[in-house]
């Protein structure tokens, strides 16, 4: 059982006066999660209990039918002023999130919807009064916008003072980071890519990074990787599988996620079917953690293994964990 559930009534009365305000109450817990103040799986019980239960809020559940289109979807919600939105997405891999759809860092979020995916909308005032006829309407047209219809919406959804209002972090003190990279070059037979060695190489001393704890990247955007062999056969899969191991053996605490025609692959070896993986498609990824390092470089290598030059990855025993990060 989570710290959370556990003190339940005495943390769900904290994180009410913590929004009770001008704080959008996905915002607030996407920050919680991030300091590690709160799970994420937390968020439906809380959502429910403050939202409404606490609050009266009109809620609706859509089962998506397709992929949304953030920028659509964003330029239209971001207007409605007349009431406070929330959206509780039920991710197939990192579970539920919270999203605040005003909020110009939570479109990434949005765009990585899919089919027979779950999201749970609500619509109220906070604290002024319950749920009326325009928050009923307001998340009707949503579950439209989200299924793809065309809505049309009243002057009523323009006015009104739930804005997106951004919350000044915190500053943190910055921190050094330092790594070091190796020069040794194990060559394809025509091969672009190189892999590093365990060897001593060159210390490049990275910028100073200052950690902001209002930034929600705990998964990347999708991916997408060109399919350039002929057929994607049993050894690009291979390749594929050496370097979603040499990476997660760099970064344990890093997830990678392969999907291919909107479906999860949770078995790598099943995109090797005679003829699945066609030539000119194309393979997507994410990457999930808190630190999420070296994505351009993962795309490059699953590039090349799903090219003909997928035998550069090949070398060596089975279980052989290659060096490329």
Known sequence: MSEFARNFNQNIDELVDSVAGQIHIADKINDLVLSKE???SDAPMALYEILVKKWGYAVLSVNLINSVDSETFFAEVSKWKV????????????????????????????ADFRKNELVV????YKVKKAADDICRNVVAKIGDLLLGKKIKTTEDFLKGSYT??????????PVKVTKSVTKKAVESSGGSFSFGS???????????VAISPTSLRKMTPMVSVPVTNEL?????????KRIIASYQNKYPKLQIFVYYDGERIADINALF??????????IQFVVAGDDIKDVAKLKRYFAQGASPMFEAFLQGAPGTILPLF
């Open 273 to 282: 079917k005679w003829g699945k993986v066609k030539h000119g498609s194309s």
């Open 83 to 110: 009431c406070e939105i929330v959206l509780l997405y039920h991710h197939p891999d990192l579970g539920a999130i919270c999203i605040n759809p005003k909020n110009p860092e939570h479109k990434e979020y949005i």
């Open 121 to 124: 909308i609500y619509a109220g």
């Open 232 to 240: 994607f056969h049993n050894g690009n899969v291979e390749a594929w």
């Open 198 to 208: 365990s060897s001593k190489g060159d210390q490049v001393k990275k910028p100073t």
């Open 164 to 173: 997106y209002k951004k919350v000044k972090a915190v500053e943190k003190a």
């Open 38 to 40: 709160f799970l994420a």
